[in-house]
């Protein structure tokens, strides 16, 4: 019998090892990257948003570092489509850590969120709150 932890660590490697909509995005409404530079994380999101310019429509990624960022990228690519750039706005870590279920140490939470602060600085850029050129967990 697999414990309630172990199933969840078997998904953050499921999406590690066979992350989920991976790959650049050719007619993304606007992308963004990031970096943990503490663990070497980068992450790059494509959003594709629908037709009311406000709800995404699809999500894809591409990167490269530990385990929990690009399971955590792979899952919020699934998480993330239906939601409006508000709802992405919104999202805050606990949002990522239940999303992948496993108690996240605080050396690993930068890894955790990247992909969470990616997506968010990218709808702020998109919508005019924000100018930056890449995102970073050393703040």
């Keep these: 019998m697999v414990s309630g932890s172990d199933m969840y660590r078997q998904q953050i490697l499921d999406h590690y090892k066979n992350p989920r909509n991976y790959g650049e995005l050719d007619d993304a409404t606007f992308e963004h990257v990031g970096e943990n530079p503490m663990c070497g994380d980068t992450i790059k999101l494509f959003v594709k948003l629908e037709d009311d310019d406000d709800t995404v429509e699809y ?6 570092g530990c385990a929990i960022s690009q399971a955590s990228a792979s899952l919020l690519s699934e998480e993330l489509q239906g939601k409006s750039l508000d709802e992405i706005r919104g999202m805050d870590r606990d949002d990522i850590t239940e999303m992948l279920g496993v108690d996240i140490s605080p050396m690993r939470v930068k890894c955790a969120v990247l992909a969470e602060k990616v997506a968010q600085d990218g709808a702020a850029i998109y919508v005019g709150d924000k ?8 703040e």
Excluded: A
């Design 59 to 64: 999500v894809s990624f591409i990167g490269d």
């Design 131 to 138: 100018q930056l050129e890449e995102t970073t967990t050393e």
